[in-house]
């Protein structure tokens, strides 16, 4: 069974950087595209960045410039990281996999904290 597993969310001055990453287990298939969404309570998670097998990173407006996603294929691991953090970035951050490839398929990770303080 496929499991994603976030980890390196936490507490960050306003300013500062962190790094999540999201390993991918129970699968040694390639996902199609590795993305990083994020949650506050009451809203709609929302897609901070996406990346492809191949490459070619694509990002949400407000995080542009800021935030840098990138995968390595053969760990089944993606990152995100995460500069220049603002009050405005405090969420739960969940990894996602998906994709077509031998039919479709959609797995989350279990989500991590992120709170950045002003």
């Known amino acids: 069974q496929v499991q994603l597993v976030e980890s390196g969310g936490g507490l960050v001055q306003a300013g500062g950087s962190l790094r999540l990453s999201c390993a991918a287990s129970?699968?040694?298939?390639?996902?199609?595209?590795m993305a990083w969404y994020r949650q506050t309570p009451g809203k709609q998670r929302e897609l901070v960045a996406t990346?492809?097998?191949?490459?070619?990173?694509n990002y949400a407006t407000s995080v542009r410039g800021r935030f840098t996603i990138s995968r390595d294929n053969a760990e089944n691991t993606v990152y995100l990281q995460m500069n220049t953090l603002k009050p405005e970035d405090t969420a739960v951050y969940y990894c996602?996999?998906?994709?077509?490839?031998?039919?479709?398929?959609?797995?989350w990770g279990q989500g991590t904290q992120v709170t950045v303080s002003s």
């Open positions: 129970g699968t040694s298939f390639s996902f199609d595209v």
């Open positions: 990346i492809a097998r191949g490459g070619n990173p």
């Open positions: 996602n996999a998906n994709g077509l490839r031998y039919g479709p398929y959609n797995y």
